[in-house]
Every structure is written in C-alpha cells, then in structure tokens.
C-alpha cells in the first residue's frame, strides 16, 4: 500500500500527473520539457495525453495548467502524486 501523502507548502516541489482530451499541440508539447508524456488512443474513444513530472512549486503547475487552458485541450485530472524514483 503506498504511503499517504504528505502536507504541502505552495513553495515546495511536488510530482503530478495531468490528464488532458486530445492530443496536445507542438507548441503546448514544447513547453512541458522535463515531464513524461504519454498518449493514449482508446479505439472508437477520445485520445488522451497523460504529463507526469516533478513541478518546482504550485506557480510552475499553475503556468502549465493555463497553457493547457489556451490549447483548448480538457483539462480531465490534475493529481499529486508520489514523487518517483
């Protein structure tokens, strides 16, 4: 069973893992430099995009959810997540 997550501060580096609809745009793929990214295509289902990374504060996953935002993808999930190894 994995181990609860702790408390955290707005200024502290946490891992999440963003779940968009659809495919995401170069320019949007561009600026997630660092996160894994993985597609996924369900047949006769809506594609989805999974971006799982370290995020250095709550400013930083702000900045990544309003370009999201401006790429007209679905925001569908946005969870804290274990930091990996």
């Known amino acids: 069973m994995p181990e609860p997550l702790q408390p955290l501060e707005f200024t502290e ?3 999440y893992r963003i779940v968009v609809e659809g ?7 561009a600026s997630v430099g660092g996160l894994r990214v993985t ?3 369900p047949e ?3 594609p989805t995009a999974t971006l799982v990374g370290l995020f250095q504060d709550q ?4 900045g990544l959810l309003h370009a999201i935002q401006g790429s007209q993808n679905a925001l ?3 969870e804290r997540v274990a930091d990996e190894p």
């Open 39 to 41: 597609m996924q295509a």
């Open 44 to 46: 006769g289902g809506l």
């Open 76 to 78: 569908l999930s946005v």
């Open 13 to 15: 580096p946490a891992t």
């Open 59 to 62: 400013a930083a996953l702000s």
């Open 23 to 29: 495919r995401l745009d170069d320019r949007l793929a």
